[in-house]
């Protein structure tokens, strides 16, 4: 599809209304002042920003641009949509990914900022509370899974089943259980404030 196509259906009159539109997820190589307004100019209606990635003063970096851009160009207005992730554990940041082999004990702690070889922190405080020995523990959508074998106050100890690159926050769950996750996520009362 060209750009001319593109550019011919941006601006349509009001006889003939586009009614599909073209959402673009913008992330770390698309939030820059020259790409939105790039973006726009190609098509874009909507400015779509996943909020399990990235962080608060990211996310307003970029609705701050979407909006400047929207001031100056009254006849093509840019929508923006926010994908809220809902409640859910992930495993924390890690400088590089942890490799996990069968056999191997690893942990999970409550602690924040923890991410050694054989120790990650987990994004959920109740997370010690919702998990009991011998329960299954699933990383990565599966990808990875570990029995639990201990916990203390703070920390969930583990044995690999299946083993596998852990990367940063990657979601946890127990197979079987619901945990009991707060309905509302830190990112809706950001952006309600």
């Not at 120790?119 to 959920?124: E, I, L, M």
């Not at 852990?166 to 259980?177: A, D, F, M, T």
């Amino acid at each position: 599809m060209s750009s001319d196509y593109l550019k011919n259906q941006t601006r349509p009159t009001p006889a003939a209304v586009r009614k599909t539109k073209i959402v673009c997820t913008i992330g770390p190589s698309t939030s820059s002042r020259k790409m939105i307004w790039k973006l726009a100019e190609e098509g874009m209606n909507v400015a779509r920003l996943n909020m399990s990635h990235g962080d608060h003063s990211s996310h307003k970096k970029t609705i701050d641009l979407v909006k400047e851009y929207n001031a100056q160009f009254d006849e093509k207005v840019i929508a923006i949509m926010l994908d809220t992730k809902g409640p859910e554990a992930r495993s924390g940041d890690v400088p590089k990914p942890i490799i996990l082999k069968e056999g191997q004990e690893f942990s999970f702690t409550i602690q924040r900022g923890v991410s050694t070889h054989d120790t990650v922190s987990v994004n959920y405080d109740d997370f010690v509370n919702d998990v009991e020995a011998g329960d299954i523990l699933l990383v990565d959508g599966g990808m990875m899974s570990l029995v639990v074998k201990s916990k203390t106050k703070d920390t969930v100890k583990c044995q690999v089943i299946d083993g596998g690159e852990l990367k940063s926050r990657r979601h946890l769950n127990v197979r079987g259980k619901s945990a009991t996750l707060p309905s509302i996520t830190g990112w809706l009362l950001f952006m309600s404030s």
